[in-house]
């Protein structure tokens, strides 16, 4: 069935440093993918999305790479503060347009 | 405009029992789709709604149903309950849906 790969699951950084995510989807068809942030007790919050047309996006310290022949997308913290201490999930359309989440991957900041 | 809202937060049953969770979409979003979160399994797709239509739905047995009102409101219902449903309950909406997704704060479910 349809899957998205995420690694690592946990990643351990000092403020300052950079931090990034990969994620691998198997559905070539999949046109969406989306990345949210989910802090302890609350739901998951999008924090930048990347469509099929577009290699990269970012928006302020936040960059999405997008390689479509390899199938696989990343994330990109700079700057990294405290605050960005959190459990990332990527996601990839599939089927219908419904998400496929990754396993998450739990990011720790050290002051 | 108000978030997703999700009510109740916090939910304590025991094996066999039904519930009921309700999900308020972001005005004038029309999609809502509902996820199961745990632990082991992470985030799960159950179904989604769109018009007061199910238009999509998960890998879950018949236990877990859902509708969806014409103010776009929705309900999930989850019957004779076991122990492996105990999870977070998660509701998305979506203007159109289902792909930019905005979900609330979750519906934490236990089961004894």
């Known amino acids: 069935g349809e899957n998205v790969e995420q690694h690592p699951s946990t990643l351990s950084v000092q403020e300052g440093d950079s931090a990034v995510i990969k994620c691998t989807y198997s559905?070539?068809?999949?046109?969406?993918f989306p990345w949210y942030k989910q802090e302890l007790g609350k739901g998951p919050q999008l924090i930048i999305d990347?469509?099929?047309?577009?290699g990269e996006k970012k928006d302020q310290r936040i960059a999405v790479t997008l390689n479509k022949t390899a199938k696989h997308f990343s994330l990109h913290i700079t700057e990294t503060q405290p605050e960005d201490s959190a459990v990332y999930f990527c996601a990839a359309t599939y089927g219908q347009g419904n998400l496929i989440f990754g396993k998450g991957t739990k990011l720790s900041v050290k002051p | 405009k108000a978030g997703v809202t999700q009510t109740p937060r916090y939910l304590i049953k025991t094996r066999g029992q039904q519930v009921t969770l309700s999900c308020s979409p972001i005005?004038?979003?029309?999609?809502v789709s509902w996820y199961q979160q745990t632990p082991g399994q992470g985030l799960q797709f159950l179904f989604e709604?769109?018009?007061?239509?199910?238009?999509n739905k998960g890998n879950f047995p018949g236990r877990f149903s859902g509708r969806q009102f014409s103010n776009s409101r929705s309900e999930m219902n989850v019957s004779t309950l076991e122990l492996g449903d105990s999870a977070l309950y998660l509701c998305?909406?979506?203007?159109?849906?289902?792909?930019?997704?905005?979900f609330g704060p979750g519906t934490r479910l236990t089961v004894l």
């Open positions: 709604y769109f018009s007061e239509t199910q238009r």
């Open positions: 559905d070539s068809a999949s046109n969406y």
């Open positions: 998305a909406s979506s203007p159109r849906g289902p792909d930019t997704q905005y």
């Open positions: 990347i469509r099929s047309n577009v």
């Open positions: 005005s004038g979003h029309r999609s």
